[in-house]
């Protein structure tokens, strides 16, 4: 996003340095580091880190309805067996 808006304030010295405002060399300018926000790591959550990607999760579904199913099944049976 950095990128984008230095992009959009030297696009804009550029028009103003084709309207004749300003000269040639105020067109690329090294903008200061804002210091606003103190910048800081993101520390990655719990969710994050334990996160199962497609496969895993997918297996782990089929699995787990396979569980079931043999369950139900393995319950019928019984009921009806006697």
């Known amino acids: 996003m950095n990128g984008a808006i230095e992009a959009g304030e030297r696009a804009?010295?550029?028009v103003l340095h084709s309207q004749g405002k300003i000269s040639k060399s105020d067109i690329w300018v090294k903008?200061?580091?804002f210091s606003g926000v103190p910048l800081r790591p993101l520390q990655p959550s719990c969710l994050e880190i334990c996160q199962l990607n497609f496969e895993?999760?997918?297996t782990v579904?089929?699995?787990?309805i396979g569980?079931?199913?043999a369950l139900f099944e393995c319950i019928?049976?019984?009921i009806y067996s006697r």
């Open 61 to 64: 579904t089929a699995l787990i």
């Open 31 to 33: 903008e200061p580091e």
């Open 67 to 69: 569980l079931l199913v």
């Open 12 to 14: 804009a010295r550029e």
């Open 76 to 78: 019928q049976s019984t």
């Open 56 to 58: 895993t999760m997918l």
